[in-house]
Antibody, heavy 116, light 107 residues
Framework: EVQSVESGGGLVQPGGSLRLSCVASGFTFSSYWMSWVRQAPGKGLEWVASIKEDGSEEYYVDSVKGRFAISRDNAKNSQFLQMNSLRAEDTAVYYC?????????WGQGTLVTVSS | DIQMTQSPSSLSASVGDRVTITCQASQDISNYLNWYQQKPGKAPKLLIYDASNLETGVPAVFSGGGSGTDFTFTISSLQPEDTATYYCQQFVNLPRTFGQGTKVEIK
């Protein structure tokens, strides 16, 4: 069974940092692009970032470029999202998702709240 | 960025009704379109990929169609368990973008 489990969310002050982690299982992690998609409270879905199978390519939505960094560790079946200079508008549930086009498998999400 | 516009934003229909949601892209996306279902407090679930292909395990009560800029998503016979928000998503280029969602409720 394909599973992804996110962790690392929480309450952080504006300007602060958080690192999200996602551990995946049930598939050959190193064979798939991985992505992060977020959802602000009561709002729609927003793609945040994607990383290639070997980590050699990364793509971001404009609103997080220069502040967020996606990475992965294929040996640990894990991907990460380093989030710096956090803003109130980054408040959302962050989902770890397999793929970069068809988002077929999603984690349960981790809530990030940016507030003073 | 490609804008995805869904309509309606919400709808209420009776059990057994045929329900159709439309999604319009701001430019030609061929058939690079997916549809997702999201129930409250849950992660989204892929229902339809490449505009018209039913995801494995998804009941055939759901269907999708269209190409270019105009797409449809249909529930042929609405059931109480179909209460959810439905999103379209394009993947012809980056950034991947979603429609704003259509909330489907039972009347």
């Amino acid at each position: 069974e394909v599973q992804s489990v996110e962790s690392g969310g929480g309450l952080v002050q504006p300007g602060g940092s958080l690192r999200l982690s996602c551990v995946a299982s049930g598939f050959t992690f190193s064979s798939y692009w991985m992505s992060w998609v977020r959802q602000a409270p009561g709002k729609g879905l927003e793609w945040v970032a994607s990383i290639k199978e070997d980590g050699s390519e990364e793509y971001y939505v404009d609103s997080v470029k220069g502040r967020f960094a996606i990475s992965r560790d294929n040996a640990k079946n894990s991907q990460f999202l380093q989030m710096n200079s956090l803003r109130a508008e980054d408040t959302a549930v962050y989902y770890c998702v397999r793929g970069r086009s068809n988002f077929r498998f999603w984690g349960q999400g981790t809530l990030v709240t940016v507030s003073s | 960025d490609i804008q995805m516009t869904q309509s309606p934003s919400s709808l209420s229909a009776s059990v057994g009704d045929r329900v159709t949601i439309t999604c319009q892209a701001s430019q030609d996306i061929s058939n690079y379109l997916n549809w997702y279902q999201q129930k409250p407090g849950k992660a989204p679930k892929l229902l339809i990929y490449d505009a018209s292909n039913l995801e494995t395990g998804v009941p055939a009560v759901f269907s999708g169609g269209g190409s270019g800029t105009d797409f449809t998503f249909t529930i042929s016979s609405l059931q109480p368990e179909d209460t959810a928000t439905y999103y379209c998503q394009q993947f012809v280029n980056l950034p991947r973008t979603f429609g704003q969602g259509t909330k489907v409720e039972i009347k």
